[in-house]
């Protein structure tokens, strides 16, 4: 149990392009997913906390209009990265969380998702 | 001071043998802890989860936890080669359930 896809797994993309990753709880419900991500050697860095129909919230810094978060149901989350720059290239985690009555009242993380800007 | 703080290592341990790592945080509200294992180029795995004080057994791991002192640990017993990963301290606190990390500590099993 507590499964959480991602796809795609890695992207290669053109400056100024956008880019959508999806994020998926398989076997749970997912009241609440996070998006984090992380540059080669640190440590994890989160970006937003998004709750199932409404809107995201946004930590300290990154900019809601750049990562669109769109958590429409409770097994899907997309995080779009627009206008992406070679800047924006990192290692993109998503996780999920159920209901506090859940047995899966824990994060699980996705495999990640490696994005190169060009 | 950071709020979840870990010895970066490595933390060179013999195969066989048990491998400590520790963790220690600054929020007395802190009320569930948790270790994540991360192999290079790969997404955290969640291993233990802890959340009142005392032991947690689970296979070869058992984390401890104090929150008198504030500190967690992770013992990894007959440590494997297979172990050598980044082991990630996080912590999340009663009001909300963001994880908050540690940055981590390096570990390699020496065959």
């Known amino acids: 149990g507590a499964v959480v896809s991602q796809h795609p797994s890695w992207v290669i993309c053109k400056s100024g392009t956008s880019v959508k990753i999806e994020c998926r709880s398989l076997d749970f419900q997912a009241t609440t997913m996070f998006w984090y991500r992380q540059f080669p050697k640190q440590s994890l860095m989160l970006m937003a906390t998004?709750?199932?129909?409404?809107?995201?919230?946004?930590e300290q810094g990154v900019e809601k209009d750049k990562f669109l978060i769109n958590h429409a149901s409770l097994t899907l989350s997309t995080l779009t990265v627009t206008s992406a720059h070679p800047e924006d290239s990192s290692f993109y985690i998503c996780s999920a969380r159920g209901s506090e009555a859940s047995s899966y009242n824990e994060q699980f993380f996705g495999p990640g998702t490696r994005l190169t800007v060009l | 001071q950071k709020e979840v703080e870990q010895n970066s290592g490595p933390l060179s341990v013999p195969e066989g043998a048990i491998a400590s790592l520790n963790c220690t945080y600054s929020d007395r509200v802190s009320q569930s802890f948790f270790w994540y294992r991360q192999y290079s180029g790969k997404s955290p795995e969640l291993i233990m989860s802890i959340y009142s004080n005392g032991d947690k057994e689970d296979g070869r791991f058992t984390a401890q936890l104090n929150k008198a002192s504030q500190y967690v640990s992770l013992l990894i017993r007959d440590s494997q080669p297979s172990d050598s990963a980044t082991y990630l301290c996080a912590v999340t606190k009663a009001a909300g359930n963001k994880l908050t990390f540690g940055g981590g500590t390096r570990v390699l099993v020496k065959p």
């Open positions: 998004s709750n199932e129909g409404s809107k995201a919230t946004y």
